[in-house]
């Protein structure tokens, strides 16, 4: 609405921050996709636990249900 009554160093400053936004957030957004969907079996998924644990989930048991 107030486009033609901007001064032009602020049209330029606002298309430079849309355009630099767009890609940023395409960037993340394939980034994200590829390992999503074709995640890396070399790396761990779990790289914080020791050694033995980083490729297995732990779970935690439940014993206070009656069986």
Not at 4 to 10: A, G
Not at 17 to 40: E, Q, T
Not at 46 to 60: I, K, L
């Amino acid at each position: 609405i107030f486009w033609n009554k901007l001064p032009m160093y602020e049209r330029i400053g606002s298309m430079v921050i849309i355009v630099v936004c767009s890609i940023l957030g395409v960037y993340v957004m394939i980034y994200a996709g590829k390992n999503l969907f074709y995640p890396d079996s070399d790396t761990a998924t779990f790289p914080y636990c020791s050694e033995e644990y980083q490729s297995e989930p732990y779970y935690v048991r439940n014993s206070t249900t009656s069986e």
